[in-house]
């Protein structure tokens, strides 16, 4: 009646095959989305970690009278073309500044124009002959040299790119935050908590919970439409500042945040709202006093992952303004700033060759607080996980 | 219990590997014979020194306390167990001479030829049509759409299934009652043509109509296949088997022609059991 | 500046009446307990039943005039304004105080107060759903006035060039062709690439991961996927401009081809990648909750693994896999720093992927970005494609949502 045991084996033998290719060909697949992260990271990284490393040259900078008025005679004439003009200009002011100054002279390490660093890191360059052969020579000397650079970290942007950082645009990121998560923290928590433990299942509840999920997937820049046309036109929110662009992340954030806090109440045992109810509380006291204090590591967990979220947001922010130029570091919500993705997305639109491991620099300095952020999150919910 | 739990005091039991011979007219042919059977869940010991021999074109019950074994044991024969990561077999399940638990053996091969029907029917989210004759086909069983559709007339026909949906073929499997899922399924075994159906509770989420008309099935499916079924109604044990095993903390406490069993069991266990003591 | 210093004099006053509120509804009411009268709540509770109703009504009313003032325009000087809004507190502390007394449920009215407090954050998600559709539906409406919507939905040349000169004061705009149609051709050709290499990644990757890995890969590789979806998307843009987009110009010249580094093929596929995680992670839970007898009943008949996972498992994981891909598509859609970043910004219609191609979010940007009047129809242009851009990725997120719910209704699964 039926097979034996091998004739059927036999047959077997091609959809086995069948069997362990659809394996390999699923492996591949994982393997290939990993290649894929792989080789963004080490692109990331050697484009973007020469930047935290600058050309400088070793000079003597004579403080002379005509340096007072022209910084540029207080260099070696050969040099000059070499040395970053923020150097240059400071000098009469520096000299303003300390008048018993003039007269002296000192050996220093001065900023070197973006040509000699990127000639010294092997980029495209555009520099003379005579120039790479001075610099070569100096580099024999020791009197060339890439050295950490201070100024990435240090300073605001700057349309010279030896003299750019990412400082402005971290502060503004910071400010931006503060807003956001002033807002939609308390928000997102409170809306939560009315839903999952004060709502009653109506129509109402329902609206509100169809509206947050689709919320969440409306396309970001939308939401920089809305900041233009509600904050910025109709509430007369000054364009551009921290203030603008972290209301408009703060309602972007707001499913985020309200869908883990959901989760988080949720996963709060019923027995201990009981309990409460039972020892007299009111629903009011049992949320504040046992139901939100257990849910917090994962309310905690979700809003530092909306926080990542938003940090990393760059389209509404165009829309609302927020790729001002910022050469100075100063904190305010009202005045004009960036953020760290706003200042990678100007950097990249730069011609000069310097700037691309500008962005790629700014790119790693985002990435690792976006990744510690992140792996906070997870930690935090490890720690606290519980299981009920 | 360690002996062999073999029925009838005459029955001569051949030797691992030895074809089996017919020694008696009252006395059915071997289909599956099982030697020193050990699993592990884990560290845990599910079953214990299992040695049975069961018998072709029968319906044998494998009956105890819910946690003895039972389904454990079932799954066995047709290494279904493979699929739980922790599970660990030792000892001989040989069936047409060959033992299951060998590297050699393939558990697809096996599977093919020993059916399986679930305590919950699970139709797959296909047409009625294609539940029954998906298997076949991949099978190269039938190729033709007129064999197609020949056998799974057929297989609905033997499943008692086929008057009742002979108009909606193309309808969803899970349109069905529960029941007829549960016919659906034995009509999706047998389609494949095994030797062996295993059957796991399979009327326990089933009302009493469906139960009984499954359990008739089971009377007329017995003439092509061996069935091995587990239940936890003893009363279906006595109604459907011809032979009955009562498991019990992982061992065969006793193994006997059903109407024995229940008229006169052997062991003391068996009998507090039967009689409802616990279970 | 004078509002600043009257907004603090406000909160000062406000915050003084508060804390008067406090122990004065405290101390009133910790007499009446000592004098040893059974009250309804404790002495804590109507101190904080004063306190909400001075400063809420105060508040209320401030706010409501600040919203006057700056919507209808009402010429309220703030000064006045806030002045009415401490009278209003003076009130509310005086009637609140009166209020104490034994038989008042100042628990209730807390909680009363409290929970209206949450309902209204809880409106604030259903604002800011209506805060976009009528900003947006607002300019779009005043663009359609300009330009007809017929010509919006199946012109062929987008050419806001003119419109801006109209606004500069010369010409009068009349050269400026607002037709659509190309900036959704190059949306759906980067879509459509993307699509193509998430799909079949994330899926694969979802099928190994749930099916084929030992745990110990599966508990690695899904966070590592995650990542994926955690970059931000102006890193991506930069990737997809200086990485991929040389790399495909030089390919396609490796075969003869001429490719621009603007082409759709670059964004496209790093858009792809981006959404690997989503399209893996969805279709992971998914083909999780396919219950686990289906793969039984199946490998019971004796089907290889791999014919389990085609033509069983897959199958009825199908609803919600196509709700991954809508999402993914969705997003896909919506998404703008990598095309803005990568993709050209020359309206084209085309089927090369190697050619330039512009997309909707792209123009968005560049209206909304130069410097021309708010006014203009090449700005207003932007909201009219943000409209459709709502529209469509609106769409797509409701279709995903009935087919997760299918799928759970159909597996009973509550954990999607």
Same mark, same amino acid.
């Not at chain 2, 299951?100 to 053996?105: E, F």
């Given at each position: 009646m039926s097979n034996t045991f091998d004739e059927i084996s036999q047959q077997l033998k091609r959809r086995h095959r069948k069997s362990a290719r659809l394996k390999w060909i699923t492996m591949g697949s994982l393997g290939l989305a990993g290649l894929f992260l792989v080789l963004f990271f080490a692109d990331m990284l050697t484009k973007g970690l020469p930047a935290f490393q600058q050309a400088y040259i070793q000079t003597e900078i004579s403080y002379t009278e005509e340096a007072a008025t022209d910084g540029r005679r207080a260099f070696d004439e050969e040099l000059l073309p070499l040395i970053s003009r923020t150097v240059v200009r400071v000098i009469p002011m520096e000299l303003r500044n300390n008048p018993d100054m003039i007269g002296t002279s000192k050996t220093q390490w001065v900023l070197a124009t973006s040509g000699v660093d990127q000639y010294l890191k092997g980029h495209r360059h555009r520099l003379s002959e005579e120039e790479q052969a001075a610099i070569d020579a100096r580099v024999e000397a020791g009197q060339v040299d890439l050295r950490f650079n201070s100024t990435f970290f240090g300073s605001g942007d700057s349309k010279i790119a030896e003299n750019a950082g990412i400082l402005s645009a971290v502060v503004g990121t910071v400010m931006t935050m503060i807003v956001t998560l002033a807002i939609s923290f308390p928000i997102g928590v409170m809306t939560a908590v009315y839903l999952e433990e004060f709502a009653p299942d109506n129509r109402f509840t329902q609206i509100i919970e169809i509206n947050i999920n689709n919320l969440a997937a409306i396309p970001s820049i939308l939401f920089g439409l809305l900041g233009l046309a509600i904050f910025i036109n109709f509430f007369g929110v000054p364009r551009s500042s921290p203030l603008a662009g972290g209301m408009t992340l703060a309602l972007m954030t707001l499913p985020v945040i309200i869908i883990s806090t959901r989760t988080a109440l949720r996963s709060v045992p019923e027995s201990i709202r009981h309990a409460g109810f039972g020892v007299g509380c009111s629903r009011w006291q049992v949320v504040r006093d046992h139901v939100l204090p257990l849910a917090m590591p994962g309310i905690m967990t979700g809003s530092i992952i909306g926080l990542a979220q938003a940090m990393g947001e760059t389209a509404p922010l165009i829309i609302v303004g927020m790729v001002a130029f910022i050469p100075d570091v100063g904190a305010s919500f009202t005045n004009a700033a960036t953020v760290m993705p706003a200042q990678i997305f100007t950097w990249s639109g730069e011609p000069e060759q310097a700037f691309v491991e500008k962005t790629a620099g700014g790119i790693l300095v985002l990435l690792t607080i976006l990744i510690s952020l992140n792996a906070f999150a997870v930690v935090l919910r490890k720690k606290f996980e519980r299981r009920w | 219990m360690n002996s062999h739990a073999t029925v009838m005091n005459n029955q001569q039991v051949p030797a691992v590997g030895q074809p089996y011979t017919r020694n008696d007219a009252a006395c059915h042919d071997l289909s599956i014979r099982v030697r020193d059977l050990n699993l592990w869940y884990g560290k845990n010991q $599910?079953? @214990?020194n299992l040695n049975i021999d069961l018998f072709q074109k029968n319906v044998t019950a494998l009956i105890g306390p819910s946690g003895c074994g039972k389904s454990t044991f079932l799954r066995c024969l047709n290494r279904m167990n493979d699929l739980i990561p922790s599970v660990r077999t030792e000892g001989l399940v040989e069936i047409d001479g060959r033992?299951?638990?060998? $590297?050699? @053996?393939d558990e697809v091969a096996l599977r093919r030829r020993v059916g399986m029907v679930f305590q919950k029917p699970n139709p797959f989210p296909k047409s009625i049509f294609e539940n029954v004759a998906y298997a076949p086909r991949m099978h190269d069983l039938v190729s033709r759409k007129t064999e197609q559709e020949e056998l799974v007339e057929k297989a609905l026909r033997d499943a008692g299934l086929w008057n009742e949906v002979k108009d909606k073929l193309h309808e969803p499997g899970t349109s069905l009652s529960g029941g007829q899922q549960q016919r659906l399924c034995i009509a999706r075994a047998i389609a494949v043509q095994p030797d062996v159906i295993l059957m796991d509770e399979p009327t326990s989420a089933l009302d009493p109509i469906s139960t009984a008309t499954i359990e008739d099935l089971m009377d007329k499916l017995k003439e092509k296949f061996t069935i091995v079924t587990v239940t936890h109604n003893m009363q279906q044990a006595a109604r459907v088997a011809d032979y009955t095993a009562f498991f019990h903390l992982g061992e065969i406490i006793e193994y006997n022609d059903t109407k024995v069993m229940f008229s006169t069991p052997a062991q003391k266990k068996t009998e507090d059991y039967i009689s409802g003591r616990y279970g | 500046m004078q509002t600043n210093q009257l907004l603090l004099i406000f909160c000062g006053a406000l915050l003084l009446l508060g804390l008067l509120a406090f122990f004065a509804g405290r101390s009133k009411a910790s007499r009446l307990r000592s004098a040893g009268t059974a009250m309804f709540a404790q002495p804590d509770q109507y101190a904080w039943f004063t306190v909400l109703s001075t400063a809420g009504p105060a508040v209320l009313v401030s706010a409501l005039g600040a919203f006057a003032l700056l919507l209808m325009g009402a010429d309220i000087p703030t000064l006045y304004l806030l002045a009415a809004s401490l009278v209003v507190a003076a009130i509310g502390l005086m009637v609140s105080l009166n209020q104490v007394k034994p038989d008042f449920h100042a628990r209730q009215a807390i909680e009363r107060v409290i929970r209206m407090t949450l309902a209204g954050a809880a409106l604030i998600s259903i604002f800011t759903t209506f805060g976009i559709l009528f900003s947006i539906i607002s300019e779009a409406l005043r663009f359609f006035q300009m330009h007809s919507f017929w010509e919006f939905i199946t012109g062929t040349t987008w050419n806001p060039g003119a419109s801006f000169l109209a606004s500069a004061g010369r010409g009068d705009g009349s050269g400026a062709e607002f037709g659509s149609v190309p900036l959704f051709a190059g949306t759906f050709m980067i879509t459509a690439i993307a699509m193509l290499v998430a799909v079949p990644i994330g899926l694969l990757s979802a099928i190994y991961m749930s099916e084929f890995a030992p745990r110990n890969v599966r508990t690695v590789a899904k966070p590592v996927l995650e990542v994926l979806a955690g970059i931000p998307t102006v890193v991506y843009g930069f990737f997809a401009a200086i990485t991929v987009a040389p790399i495909i110009v030089n390919i396609a010249g490796f075969f003869g081809l001429d490719a621009s580094y603007n082409n759709a093929l670059a964004p496209g596929i790093v858009m792809g990648i981006m959404i690997i995680p989503f399209i893996s992670s969805l279709s992971d839970d998914v083909i999780n909750s396919v219950p686990d007898s289906m793969r039984q009943g199946s490998l019971a008949l004796g089907m290889t693994k791999g014919e389990t996972i085609r033509d069983v498992v897959v199958p009825a994981a199908m609803p919600g896999i196509i709700s991954a891909a809508l999402l993914g598509m969705s997003r896909a859609m919506g998404e703008t720093m990598i095309v803005v970043m990568a993709a050209g910004m020359r309206p084209n219609l085309t089927a090369n992927p190697l050619e330039d191609m512009t997309t909707v979010t792209v123009r968005i940007v560049a209206a909304l970005t130069g410097d021309q009047e708010f006014e203009s129809a090449e700005t207003l242009s932007a909201f009219a494609l943000g409209l459709v851009l709502f529209v469509v990725t609106l769409l797509l997120n409701l279709v995903s949502v009935l087919m997760i719910r299918r799928f759970r209704e159909k597996y009973r699964v509550n954990n999607l």
């Open positions: - | $599910a079953l @214990m033992d299951v638990n060998s $590297a050699k @053996m | -």
